[in-house]
């Protein structure tokens, strides 16, 4: 049994107590929350700590297996050109490595992150993850606009699936690359695996050449499908937001990511069709491949949920959800850091089906704990140099 204390302990579940108390059991599991409602009193064996203490962090999109391309994908040349680096690596033969896999799971632990939902091509992340004392869920991806392989890809994304889930025990759920990346074949192909999947999650509007491609057959991500000698003439043609209700349950859980370029009209369109959806922004791998960032604040308005994710080492310098808080509160000033907090903790679980035991500090879960220090009190908020430190 343990007692942690700090100046002000941010629940989720009402405003933040000041020198409250968390006591956890031997497995973590939040037994009883002191609020000094009377005044302080001192408890024997209570560990204080000068700064703040939130839930552990939910990071809602990331892909570990690409961990050992960090430094190797040249930043800021946008996302058509950053796919046909992935693409020429893959070529090469360069593949997931358990040693680099280690690494970017031990930077996600340090950092303060419990669950993860990881982008799996490739079953090459799974034997990390399982020595690792993070939640993962593992999302099989699947991509590909030729239309003669579309059972294929679909069979082995099963393989892939079935290996994680019934194997190691690792929930592991079929889900889309983005609305440019399969033939309609393969979206037909996948429309029963998605049916009764608990999450679907998909990239989106991470590149105004996205809707160029599926609505003009023009622009960055069109000029790599004609220099790679490969047939899109069966890839859907329509709007993105089209191809999403087209292919997509509607009452599916589904995770929008990244949403560099979603304007208004495209948010408006996805709110009033679907009816469980995620915004998940990974700011930092914007910023490296796109040099911007999503419009925060009109997303935050809409009253869709928001989520964090990091994206891969290939895509940003940090696996860190707490990198993604402060780029948003510099970014954005006048969004409140309690309203981030959310996104990048009980948000996040709610979006990976995670809400009965992350998200909060509430008796009966196991949320972890991380520490949040120096912290600006006047303000309520971090400073740029705070650093976050998990408590077990």
Same mark, same amino acid.
């Given at each position: 049994?343990?007692?942690?204390?700090?100046? *002000?302990?941010?629940?989720? %579940? !009402?405003?933040?107590?000041?020198? !409250?108390?968390?006591?956890?059991?031997?497995?973590?599991?939040?037994?009883?929350?002191?609020?000094?409602?009377?005044?302080? $009193?001192? *408890?024997?064996? %209570?560990?204080?700590?000068?700064?703040?203490?939130?839930?552990? &962090?939910?990071?809602?999109?990331?892909?570990?297996?690409?961990?050992?391309?960090?430094? $190797?994908?040249?930043?800021?040349?946008?996302?058509?050109? &950053?796919?046909?680096?992935?693409?020429?690596?893959?070529?090469?033969?360069?593949?997931?490595?358990?040693?680099?896999?280690?690494?970017?799971?031990?930077?996600? %632990?340090?950092? !303060? %992150?419990?669950?993860?939902?990881?982008?799996?091509?490739?079953?090459?992340?799974?034997?990390?993850?399982?020595?690792?004392?993070?939640? &993962?869920?593992?999302?099989?991806?699947?991509?590909?606009?030729?239309?003669?392989?579309?059972?294929?890809?679909?069979?082995?994304?099963?393989?892939?699936s079935e290996v994680s889930a019934n194997q190691l025990g690792m929930p592991a759920y079929i889900t889309p690359h983005s609305v440019y990346s399969l033939s309609a074949k393969l979206w037909e192909r996948l429309g029963g695996a998605l049916k009764n999947s608990p999450i679907v999650s998909i990239h989106f509007a991470e590149s105004l050449d996205e809707a160029r491609f599926t609505y003009e057959r023009a622009g960055g991500i069109y000029d790599n499908y004609v220099q790679w000698g490969l047939p899109f003439s069966d890839a859907p043609s329509a709007s993105p937001v089209n191809i999403l209700k087209s292919y997509l349950p509607k009452d599916c859980r589904l995770l929008l990511v990244h949403n560099t370029f979603m304007d208004e009209l495209q948010l408006c369109e996805v709110k009033d069709y679907f009816t469980n959806t995620y915004l998940v922004l990974c700011p930092s791998s914007n910023l490296y491949i796109e040099q911007t960032m999503p419009n925060v604040p009109m997303l935050s308005a809409s009253g869709v949920k928001i989520a964090l994710g990091t994206d891969s080492f290939a895509s940003s310098p940090t696996l860190s959800i707490f990198?993604?808080?402060?780029?948003?509160?510099?970014?954005? #000033?006048?969004?409140?850091?309690?309203?981030? @907090?959310?996104?990048?903790?009980? *948000?996040?679980?709610?979006? @990976?089906?995670?809400?009965?035991?992350? !998200?909060?500090?509430?008796?009966?879960?196991?949320?972890?704990?991380?520490?949040?220090?120096? &912290?600006?009190?006047?303000?309520?908020? #971090? *400073? #740029?140099?705070?650093?976050? $430190? #998990?408590?077990?």
């Open positions: 049994m343990r007692r942690f204390s700090a100046n *002000y302990i941010f629940t989720n %579940t !009402g405003k933040p107590i000041r020198n !409250g108390v968390v006591e956890v059991d031997d497995n973590g599991v939040v037994v009883d929350i002191i609020d000094h409602i009377d005044g302080v $009193k001192e *408890y024997a064996h %209570t560990e204080f700590r000068n700064g703040i203490i939130v839930p552990g &962090f939910v990071n809602s999109h990331c892909h570990t297996e690409l961990s050992h391309l960090k430094g $190797k994908v040249e930043p800021k040349t946008g996302l058509a050109s &950053f796919v046909n680096q992935i693409r020429n690596h893959r070529l090469d033969g360069l593949r997931g490595e358990e040693l680099s896999i280690s690494r970017a799971i031990e930077q996600i %632990t340090q950092q !303060g %992150t419990v669950a993860v939902a990881d982008i799996c091509n490739t079953s090459d992340s799974f034997s990390a993850k399982q020595k690792s004392g993070v939640k &993962f869920i593992n999302l099989v991806e699947v991509l590909g606009i030729e239309s003669e392989k579309a059972d294929s890809i679909l069979e082995r994304a099963k393989v892939i990198d993604q808080i402060q780029l948003i509160l510099t970014h954005f #000033p006048l969004i409140e850091f309690t309203q981030v @907090l959310q996104w990048a903790t009980i *948000y996040g679980a709610q979006a @990976l089906g995670l809400e009965h035991s992350l !998200g909060t500090i509430e008796n009966g879960k196991k949320p972890g704990l991380n520490l949040i220090s120096p &912290f600006n009190f006047s303000e309520m908020k #971090p *400073y #740029p140099h705070s650093k976050v $430190k #998990p408590l077990l």
